[in-house]
């Protein structure tokens, strides 16, 4: 059953250390966390690190949350911003040495059904492999205009950019995607179910 | 300003690409760090109280034993006994009646 309870309501009850109340707003924005962190860093140990780390930082901050923007991009905001951190220290690691661009420009080849089309969980692994493949500042702006269906003015405010930088840099990253994916989606026909 | 389009094939596709979790057991995960946490910063409250009363206590202790050393340094038995001002005490004394009843009693006369 849905918790009915307000976003309002439950950071209420959490700022007198209920700790129930915080964990149904954590089930609650796990996907929008999730989207913006597994989106820039990919599934692993870092993303599920930051996303924990993201909730931590929310509950520190409960007396200070004014509820001035959504809970939904307070937290996107907080994702992004420690999920760019991290970027930045995998950069300044040793594995700046194994740059990604070196060994994975190709896209992983997707299993295709008899009828030739690609599978739509394949489908799905080849998307997030591409996004991967964006350079960081394209990434961060279709994870968030595209996973967290984010306006270009919050994704704007979010990255500190202006809205007209959104734009072009979501232009090119789409660009980009689509000659990717192009030999794998077909556009203008129908896609398998589960995607469209 | 025109909101980019998002609603062509190739946006739809990846939209639906989103992740939309973490690993089971992430709001656990979550609700635990956060119980470390609260735990941790318990004893490091403790730890701060515990350096700012230990330094203060010791500073009045020495100025204690001192104050003990000055006044009872002609008649302590050592130093060591001036310092904690402690009473000397003798066989006789430690069984006296004073001491063992806190009161003087008068000795009957017939």
Known sequence: ???????????????????????????????????TVIGMLGRGD?????????????????????????????????AMNLSLNTLKRRRRSLLRFVSRDEHDVDLP?????????????????????AVARLGEKHR?????????????????????????TVLSRLSR???????????????????????T | MTEQPTDDPLAAVVRAAAPTSFDDGFGDRVLSRLGTRSDQAF???????????????????VILAAFNWWGARGT???PFDAALNLPQVTLSSAYSVTSLYGVAVPTETP
């Open chain 1, 140 to 164: 961060a702006v279709v994870v968030l205009r595209l996973f967290q269906d984010c306006s270009t003015r919050e994704t704007a405010e979010i990255l500190g950019v202006p809205e007209g």
């Open chain 1, 109 to 129: 080849e997707p299993r295709v059904g008899p009828d030739g089309e690609v599978d739509a969980n394949e489908l799905q692994m080849l998307v997030r492999a």
């Open chain 2, 76 to 78: 302590a038995a050592s």
């Open chain 1, 1 to 35: 059953m849905a918790e009915p309870t307000s976003d309002a309501e439950l950071i209420a009850r959490a700022r007198t250390g209920d700790d129930h109340a915080f964990g149904v707003l954590v089930q609650r924005y796990e996907g929008a966390v999730a989207a």
């Open chain 2, 43 to 61: 004893t490091s409250a403790l730890n701060r109280q515990f350096r700012l009363v230990v330094p203060l206590a010791a500073a009045a202790a």
């Open chain 1, 173 to 195: 990253a789409m660009k980009e995607l689509e000659a990717r994916l192009e030999p794998y989606v077909r556009y203008g026909r129908a896609l398998p179910e589960s995607i």
């Open chain 1, 46 to 78: 870092d993303a599920d690190d930051v996303g924990q780390e993201t909730f931590i930082r929310f509950h520190r901050a409960l007396d200070r949350f004014r509820g001035e923007s959504s809970l939904k991009t307070y937290l996107t905001h907080i």
